[in-house]
């Protein structure tokens, strides 16, 4: 499977807020490899967004902890302190409505399918290409 | 040899890689984002792979040299390269790694063997 689209999320996450169309789109890439965190931020920056690095899970939920925001979080699955499943599952408990897309190595349905439940809005087979950045930006937009 | 052979070369040999598949559309993806902004991009990425390749064969030689081969200590190893170099465009190793974890599925140490010397390496000989 490559991918799991947008529309059923299990847990309330649907986004109601305007956004402001001059403001940069803020992404958080949340990713342990540093050669993918290098690539995605490359490929985030290059659509004009502003991005920030988290290495895991838990660097990614101590910085909304801290009163941080972000329009959208690309989350990898595996990896250390805390994976991409339980900050997903954190966030949304914590009342965090941003759009969460997963991009994992992972291509077993079931497992993608465990990633959704924990209630992202899609998920993507790694490799992150220009196109499917541009769906996932398109659909922040129609939000 | 003046600069407008070796720019031929160069355009010559990256059009083979792609050709061979060595590469694939993943790479040109990643060619588009070098710019003004991120001049040495492909440079500092591609740098990057291979020293992530290395270690990650390093580690996975050290696990299949075991008395006890650790199946799953291999596989984890594969799978980490396998992401990266689909991430960078490297088809032909995405491909072998993908064959690289059925033989770990099936713990066949023969298969593994197989696998890396047909894709030109050798397997050290253990006293």
């Known amino acids: 499977m490559e991918k799991m689209g947008f529309g ?15 403001k940069k789109i803020s992404v958080l890439i949340v990713e342990d490899d540093l050669l993918i965190q290098k690539i ?18 838990k660097e990614a939920v101590d910085l909304f902890l801290s009163g941080a925001y972000f329009d959208l979080i690309l989350t990898d699955l595996e990896m250390p302190i805390m994976d991409g499943i339980e ?19 992972r291509n077993q349905d079931s497992e993608i399918q465990a990633f959704m439940n924990a209630g992202l809005n899609a998920c993507y087979v790694k490799p992150l290409n220009a196109e499917k950045v541009t769906v996932v930006l398109n659909e922040l937009k129609n939000i | 040899m003046d600069v407008g052979q ?17 590469l694939d559309d993943q790479f040109t993806q990643l060619r588009k984002l070098q710019d003004e902004n991120n001049p040495d991009f492909v ?3 591609v740098s990057l792979f291979f ?27 594969v799978h980490q390269f396998k992401g990266s170099s689909s991430s960078i465009g490297a ?5 072998v790694c993908a064959a690289f974890r059925g033989f770990c599925e ?13 894709a030109g390496g050798s397997i050290p000989m253990v006293e």
């Open chain 1, 8 to 22: 059923t999320v299990t847990s309330t996450s649907k986004t109601m807020k305007i956004i402001d169309t001059e």
């Open chain 2, 91 to 95: 088809h032909r190793v995405k491909n």
């Open chain 2, 106 to 118: 099936q713990q066949n140490s023969d298969g593994l063997e197989q696998q890396i010397i047909a």
């Open chain 2, 43 to 45: 440079f500092e990425v």
């Open chain 1, 40 to 57: 995605h931020k490359a490929m985030m920056t290059k659509f004009g967004t502003e991005v920030q690095l988290a290495a895991n899970g």
């Open chain 2, 6 to 22: 070796l720019q031929r070369q160069f355009i010559d040999y990256t059009a083979s890689l792609f050709r061979e598949g060595f």
């Open chain 1, 87 to 105: 900050a997903t599952k954190q966030l949304r408990s914590m009342g965090v409505t941003s759009m969460i897309v997963g991009v994992t190595s």
């Open chain 2, 51 to 77: 020293d992530d390749s290395e270690k990650l064969v390093n580690n996975m030689a050290k696990a299949l040299e075991q008395p006890i081969v650790e199946f799953e200590q291999v596989d984890a190893h």
